[in-house]
T-cell receptor, first 123, second 113 residues
Framework: GAVVSQHPSWVICKSGTSVKIECRSL??????MFWYRQFPKQSLMLMAT?????????EQGVEKDKFLINHASLTLSTLTVTSAHPEDSSFYIC???????????????????FGPGTRLTVL | QKEVEQDPGPLSVPEGAIVSLNCTYS??????FMWYRQYSRKGPELLMY????GNKEDGRFTAQVDKSSKYISLFIRDSQPSDSATYLC?????????????FGTGTRLTIIP
C-alpha cells in the first residue's frame, strides 16, 4: 500500500511554455500533498504544501504565480510550471501524507510517501 | 545553520559490512524522525519511522534517536549492493496534518561487491 504516482515521469519543453505535473495517491486518500524540487546531488527542497479544497501554502522564495498548485480531490494534486525557463529544469517530486495508527506513540499519525518524480528539462 | 545536518559522503563500504549513517539536528521541537532511501532518478522511499528517543529495528535496518544530543542514526547490517543509494534523514515537529518534513542533504552510499 501507500503508492503515489506522478505523470509524466519526464518532460522536455521549450522555454516559455507551461507544463503540468500530476501527483496521485493510488490506494489512500491524502488531504495534504507536498511538492518538492531537487537539483542534482542536492536534497529535497519543499516548494509548497497542497491541501485539498484550499489554497496551497508556498515556502519563502517560491513564486506562487509561476508554480500553480491545484489539489482538486483527495487523490490528485497538480503542479503547473508556467512560462518555464531553463533555470526551472529540475527533478520535481510530490509526496502524499497518509494517516495511520502508530502504536509507539499511541495515536494516529501521518507520514509522507513520495512519488517517483518528474524530470523537467526546459530548452 | 541548517536544521538537519548530514554528511553528504560519498561513503563506500564492502558488501557484508555494517553501515552507520548519521544526522544531527538543531530544532528541539522535532519529535518524529524518518529515514528515506532514494535510488538515482527515483523518488525517496520511506525506510524507517521513529517517534522520540529510542531504537527501532526492521530487518537489517536499525534506527536510533538520541534527543538529548540531537543525533539520529541508521545502521544497516549485512549490507548488500542493492543498498547502494542516497539516504536522507528527516525530522518533523508533529505527526499529523500538514506538518512539513525537514530533510538533511542525504548521504550517498555505495556497497562494493
Amino acid at each position: 500500500g501507500a503508492v503515489v504516482s506522478q505523470h509524466p515521469s519526464w518532460v522536455i519543453c521549450k522555454s516559455g511554455t507551461s507544463v503540468k505535473i500530476e501527483c496521485r495517491s493510488l490506494d489512500f486518500q491524502a488531504t495534504t500533498m507536498f511538492w518538492y524540487r531537487q537539483f542534482p546531488k542536492q536534497s529535497l527542497m519543499l516548494m509548497a504544501t497542497s491541501n485539498e479544497g484550499s489554497k496551497a501554502t508556498y515556502e519563502q522564495g517560491v513564486e506562487k504565480d509561476k508554480f500553480l498548485i491545484n489539489h482538486a480531490s483527495l487523490t490528485l494534486s497538480t503542479l503547473t510550471v508556467t512560462s518555464a525557463h531553463p533555470e526551472d529544469s529540475s527533478f520535481y517530486i510530490c509526496s502524499a501524507a497518509r494517516v495511520w495508527f502508530e502504536r509507539t506513540s499511541g495515536g494516529y499519525t501521518d507520514t509522507q510517501y513520495f512519488g517517483p518524480g518528474t524530470r523537467l528539462t526546459v530548452l | 545553520q541548517k536544521e538537519v545536518e548530514q554528511d553528504p559522503g560519498p561513503l563506500s563500504v564492502p558488501e557484508g559490512a555494517i553501515v552507520s549513517l548519521n544526522c544531527t539536528y538543531s530544532n528541539s521541537a522535532f519529535q518524529y524522525f524518518m529515514w528515506y532511501r532514494q535510488y538515482s532518478r527515483k523518488g525517496p522511499e520511506l525506510l524507517m519511522y521513529t517517534y522520540s528517543s529510542g531504537n527501532k529495528e526492521d530487518g537489517r535496518f536499525t534506527a536510533q534517536v538520541d534527543k538529548s544530543s540531537k543525533y539520529i542514526s541508521l545502521f544497516i547490517r549485512d549490507s548488500q549492493p542493492s543498498d547502494s543509494a542516497t539516504y536522507l534523514c528527516a525530522g518533523s515537529i508533529s505527526n499529523f496534518g500538514n506538518e512539513k518534513l525537514t530533510f538533511g542533504t542525504g548521504t550517498r552510499l555505495t556497497i562494493i561487491p
